[in-house]
C-alpha cells in the first residue's frame, strides 16, 4: 500500500488552546521581554488571570518538549507570552526570531518589558551559571550544561564585561522592533518597584487583567529583605550592580552600554 507522502515528514503542532466565544474579537498582545526581569512572574501569575486573551506559552512548551511546534501567532484573542530574546547559537532562537518578524506583529498589541542591563547581567551570572533548572529538552539541556560550565570559569565582573555587548545587542533588536510597531508599550522593571499605582494601571488599560490583582501583584513582587542566591528570585532589587560590581566595572559597563541606557532611560 503506498502511503501520503505528509506521514514522512514530521508534524509540526499547533499548541493554540480553543477561543471563548467572547475572546474572538479582542486583539492579541505579544509581550517581549530578556531574561532576569520577573517574567517567569508574569506568566505563572499575572498572565492567568487575563479576562478576554488566552495564554499561548511558546517558549516553555519548547523548554519542556521535544516535539516541533508551529510558530503562528494570530492577531485575535491571545496573549503571546513571554518571548525572550535569545543568543544566536540558543536551539530556541530560530522559532522565536520567526514570532518576532514584523509581519506577525504588526496587526496586534506589543509589550516590551525591560530591565537595567547592569542587573540583568548580574543576574544572569547568578542563575545561568548556578540555579537555573535544566530543561529536558535534550537540545536545550545540552547548551545550558555548556553555558554553565563556562559562567563557571569566570567571575562576576569578567562575565558581566563579556556578556555586555551581547546583551546591548538584545536592547538593540527591542529598540528596532519598537519603532517599526505603532501599538506598543513600553514597561520597565523599576517602574513596578518603585511606582507600581501607575505601572499597575497603565499594564491593566492595555491588558485588561483584572483589577483584583493588584494586591496579589504588589505582594510578590516586592525585593527580598535578603539576597538568596540559591532562588530563582535572588535579590529583585534595583541597581544592586552598584554593590555587585567593582566601580571599574560599572564604569567599562557605562561606556559599553551608553546607547542603550540613553535610549531606555537608565542613568549612568
Known sequence: ?????????????????????????????????????????????????????????????????????????????????????YDRDHPGYHLTNTLLDTANLKNIKTIFWVRDPRDILVSLYYSFGFTHPFSPNRMIQEHQHERRKKI?????????????????????????????????????????????????????????????LYDDMLHQTRPNKDEDTSSHKRSGKTQAFKEKLKPETVEELNQILASTLKKFNYTI
Open 1 to 85: 500500500m503506498i502511503r501520503s507522502l505528509s506521514s514522512f515528514f514530521k508534524r509540526k503542532k499547533d499548541i493554540h488552546p480553543m477561543l471563548n466565544t467572547e475572546d474572538i474579537n479582542a486583539t492579541s498582545i505579544v509581550f517581549i521581554s530578556l531574561h532576569k526581569c520577573a517574567t517567569s512572574f508574569f506568566t505563572k501569575t499575572v498572565f492567568k488571570e487575563l479576562q478576554k486573551l488566552t495564554l499561548v506559552d511558546y517558549q516553555s512548551y519548547q523548554y519542556n518538549h521535544e516535539e516541533e511546534i508551529t510558530p503562528i501567532i494570530r492577531s485575535k484573542g491571545y496573549l503571546y507570552a513571554v518571548l525572550r530574546l
Open 152 to 212: 563557571q570559569t569566570m567571575e562576576l565582573d569578567e562575565y558581566a564585561l563579556k556578556e555586555a555587548p551581547n546583551l546591548k545587542w538584545k536592547f538593540e533588536q527591542i529598540d528596532r522592533l519598537r519603532q517599526q510597531l505603532p501599538n506598543h508599550l513600553v514597561l520597565r522593571y523599576e517602574e513596578m518597584i518603585h511606582d507600581f499605582d501607575p505601572f499597575f494601571k497603565t499594564l491593566s488599560t492595555f491588558t485588561g487583567i483584572n483589577q483584583n
